[in-house]
């Protein structure tokens, strides 16, 4: 195998992350290892002990999902104020506490010594950003930058704006995004918790009840996931999914056929909107406008690829599903 040498910066930027916890850190090295010079300012005793090996981390897993050269990486910088880390940035990633009043603080601080064209993104998991932008000196130049642990390898990254943010300053933020190899998903209108930690808070709520009903316990609802609907939500999510359920006759099949179960007690989570006519038209629209490109037979083939190549690399680990699928290997083997 030949030695991947790694590319020059052409156009160097900074960013600052304030805050190097465990998703701070993960920024941290997502913009780091892309070619970034990165301020960081933490005031914890043992920030850089913990961030280092967050690096350490990054750096032996991150590389591994690239076929070309990675950027020569950055300059780190710990910073002894919020102020000098924020100076000369580019980008601004709060991840401090949930906590308004501290956010709020923050930002004030940030925005007395930022450049006034960089973009400031939180890591905010729960607030919409016109929360985060109240009395705010440039409301404009905050937005929701919303990662998934752990953020140097996960690409996902909710980038919610308010109307104070201007369609040019969020552009700039999904290319910015984009640079460092993120999946910037532009939520359009402000809601709390945002898009995805709405459905782990219904999945969370749900495993709770089980466990509080004796009808489950952490490792039964854990399996259920990683050995079933999570492989399939890996590659394909949900409303994909449940379109190939719905056969060759589509997503507004699947939900005449399955729709009815929304009205029975399967779940503590009751509150569920009517599936009128019109509502059913939309999904299957948006279902079609996603996928119809391809045949239900295709999408199976595209899917079992998938599952292969994710039940495979488990297996290698021999975690999940792939432990299982060695045991059976040995049992296959008795059988021969």
């Not at 898009?195 to 466990?211: C, H, K, N, P, S």
Request: hydrophobic share 40%; aromatic share 6%; net charge negative.
């Amino acid at each position: 195998m030949t030695d991947i040498v790694n590319k020059p910066n052409k156009c160097q930027k900074t960013a600052a992350c304030i805050g190097g916890g465990v998703i701070g850190g993960g920024w941290v090295a997502r913009f780091l290892l892309h070619g970034w010079d990165v301020n960081v300012y933490d005031p914890a005793a043992d920030a850089q002990r913990k961030l280092a090996a967050v690096l350490d981390n990054a750096r032996a897993a991150l590389p591994q999902l690239a076929d070309v050269a990675m950027p020569t990486e950055g300059t780190l910088t710990f910073c002894e104020s919020l102020e000098m880390a924020v100076t000369n940035a580019d980008w601004i990633q709060e991840s401090v506490p949930e906590r308004l009043d501290i956010k709020h603080k923050v930002f004030a601080q940030v925005q007395a010594a930022c450049p006034k064209e960089a973009i400031i993104g939180s890591s905010t998991s729960g607030f919409k950003p016109s929360q985060l932008q109240e009395n705010a000196l440039r409301p404009a130049q905050i937005m929701v930058a919303h990662p998934f642990n752990p953020v140097y390898l996960l690409p996902l990254v909710e980038l919610v704006p308010s109307p104070a943010n201007s369609p040019d300053i969020i552009e700039q933020a999904k290319d910015l995004l984009t640079s460092v190899g993120m999946k910037p998903l532009h939520v359009r209108k402000e809601i709390d918790a945002h898009i995805a930690d709405r459905f782990l808070e219904a999945v969370w709520r749900e495993g709770l009840w089980m466990i509080k009903d004796g009808i489950a316990t952490t490792t039964e609802i854990d399996d259920a996931i990683r050995y079933g609907f999570g492989l399939r939500w890996a590659q394909m999510g949900l409303f994909e999914t449940y379109r190939i359920a719905g056969g060759e006759a589509g997503m507004a099949h699947f939900i005449a056929q399955f729709g009815p179960c929304l009205e029975w007690p399967w779940t503590k989570l009751m509150d569920v909107p009517e599936l009128t006519d019109e509502l059913i038209a939309t999904i299957a629209q948006q279902s079609d406008e996603q996928s119809g490109h391809h045949s239900i037979r295709e999408l199976e083939r595209i899917r079992d690829k998938n599952l292969i190549g994710i039940m495979r690399v488990q297996k290698d680990n021999n975690w999940g599903v792939g432990e299982l699928l060695n045991q059976h290997d040995e049992r296959l083997k008795q059988l021969g």
